[in-house]
Nanobody, 124 residues
Framework: QLQLVESGGGLVQPGGSLRLSCAAS????????VGWFRQAPGKEREGVSY????????FYADSVKGRFTVSRDNAKNTVYLQMNSLQPEDTGVYYC?????????????????WGQGTQVTVSS
């Protein structure tokens, strides 16, 4: 069964860090580009970051540039999102997804399989 499972979320104070993981089963994640999205309460899902199949190309939303870093370990079938200098506006449910189309990386329609999400809450 094909699955993407996110982990690593939690409650962190402003300025803190978290590392999210997206682990795949039932598929070779190394054959696909992967995107990270987040959704805050009452808001639409937004693209946070993207990493190409071999990791050579990465993209970030303007709001997280310089603070978040996406990486992947294809041998472990896992993609990571290192989040530093977290702020309250980073709060939301974070999802990883498998990219399947050539649409702009931040458009959710370009992805098919999604994980169940992991909650990130930034609060003092």
């Amino acid at each position: 069964q094909l699955q993407l499972v996110e982990s690593g979320g939690g409650l962190v104070q402003p300025g803190g860090s978290l590392r999210l993981s997206c682990a795949a089963s039932g598929l070779t994640l190394g054959h696909y580009a992967v995107g990270w999205f987040r959704q805050a309460p009452g808001k639409e899902r937004e693209g946070v970051s993207y990493i190409s199949i071999n990791g050579a190309a990465t993209f970030y939303a303007d709001s997280v540039k310089g603070r978040f870093t996406v990486s992947r370990d294809n041998a472990k079938n896992t993609v990571y999102l290192q989040m530093n200098s977290l702020q309250p506006e980073d709060t939301g449910v974070y999802y990883c997804a498998r990219r399947t189309s050539g649409r702009t990386w931040s458009v959710a329609d370009g992805y098919d399989y999604w994980g169940q999400g992991t909650q990130v809450t930034v609060s003092s």
